[in-house]
């Protein structure tokens, strides 16, 4: 059974259609690609696939170790707890708090304290918080963040402030992340830093990744399938090498006559 | 990154060493005259903003919900316990009375909170305002609360003891609530709604716990005012004491509970000072909101807090004694 199906998804906004009759699968472990030219609707999926969005109509089923959740109109609190987390396109850390403060967020559902031994300060409370404090360096220590947990957020370089959003959706202990744009604004060496770790996140954690990128590159060499969408619909999906020659990916990406021009090999 | 064992760590017996002291000075000032009742009225104002204030930040500071409404829950815990102190007049009556209010303003806040606090930003500020409206309108209308004339001749069970030990606890409350793993998710709500359910915290639940609690709070707060000031009316609870709040949140920092408990201090003592200057006292109170606006548009404090500023010190002490050694 596959982690995630995506069976008929459509979203329309008024009378616009952002996301029409799309269907996907993610097999556990699987890192796949989700491509396509600006405005095609690939974050509107992301926002569908964790609740941001109520679908119009399709399905999305969503199978962790063995159990099977329909999660189509769940909240998104409740999605994420189920293991699915994300990141975004624009960053949104929580700027005014720490870095570690940043990564604990995300273990709150999991580990933390209830109210009242919060309040009473009962050694519960100081127990889950050691014990999270402890289990978030471990998750900054990936990206080499645990050498300042106490910066602020929004006082961090751009880099690492885009590293930060994937420790932290790590920490929610995800078997299903959504990357959106990770690669966004960064540069050449810091895009192959960033390639390594999303192999790292597959192999180490073993981690399903669905991943969102504009740079052909990073996604050509990461992504074992990949999906393009084109004004809402799937227009095609296969194997890295298979997307490269697609007619109509080259056409949804350069216009029709950039795409006869390759074809004829740029003489007309 | 070092969490303490257990609650008994060095520098919460110094906090609460110095409670103590607070305590007994005014006490001790109090038993010698040099403090007299003119003064006592002044703390205890001091006091019962105190905890409107922190309970207040707690909702708009911490969690970012713009609240106009927080007169409405204090009225309730005003006039529960003035009610239980008309068929009980002593401490256990008052205890009854500030118990009952402040649960029922919880559980308005609850009631309240859950259609309202879908909103946001402004909209919220006029439900929450709206709110409050009916609450005070209540009062108004109905039998057992006299009306427009209000509440008088209420037994003062409050004392100097019963103010002091209400706040601290608050302060307590909130304080631990705040730096707690649900304190971080309330802030996280301010922060970034959309990303803090993405990470998996439930607003909307957040949402209402940080106001109902806060509405707990204000409704002990109103009872400890309608016990010790005798006399209660709709009218003492109306928008502007709402605002008034909101000044001396604002004024001391959104998300700074020092900074709050600073500027009601320095705000109620204002008031009392101006008082003898009635007729250019809302002159110069509003300029000099102006002037610290202009000048600290983040607050006194922003959102710093005293611990905060203790650890950097502490820190560079050390960093000190290790580059001499």
Redesign the interface.
Known sequence: MPILSVENLSKSFGGLAAVSHVNMTLESQELVGLIGPNGAGKTTIFNLLTGVYTPTSGTITFAPNGEVYEIQGMRPHQIANLGIARTFQNIRLFKDMTVIDNVLISMHSQLSSSIASSLFRTSKFYNSEREMRKEALEYLSIFNLDKKPKVLAKNLPYGEQRHLEIVRALASKPSLILLDEPAAGMNQSETSHLSATIRRLKNEFGLTILLIEHDMSLVMELCERIYVLDYGMLISQGLPNEIKTDKRVIEAYLGEDAARDIETGGES | ?D?????FTKRNLVWLAVCLSIYFLVFFLRSYGILGNYHEITIAQICINIMLAVSLNLIVGFTGQFSLGHAGFMSIGAYATSLALRSRPDTIGFLIGITIGSVLALVVGVIIGIPTLRLRGDYLGIATLGMAEIIRVVFLNLKITNGAAGLMGTFRAANWTWLYLLTVMAVL?IN??VN??????C??IR??E???????????AYKI?AFAFGAFFAGAAGGLYSSYFYFIKPDLFGFLKSIDMLVIVVLGGLGSITGTIISAILLSLLTTILQDFSSVRMIVYSVILVIIMLFRPQGLMG?VEISHVIDKFARKDKEDANTVS
């Open positions: 990154m969490v303490p064992r257990t609650v409350a631990n609530f707690s793993s649900h304190g971080r998710a802030i996280s922060e970034d959309t990303a803090s359910e993405a990470m998996g915290v439930n607003t909307t716990i959102t």
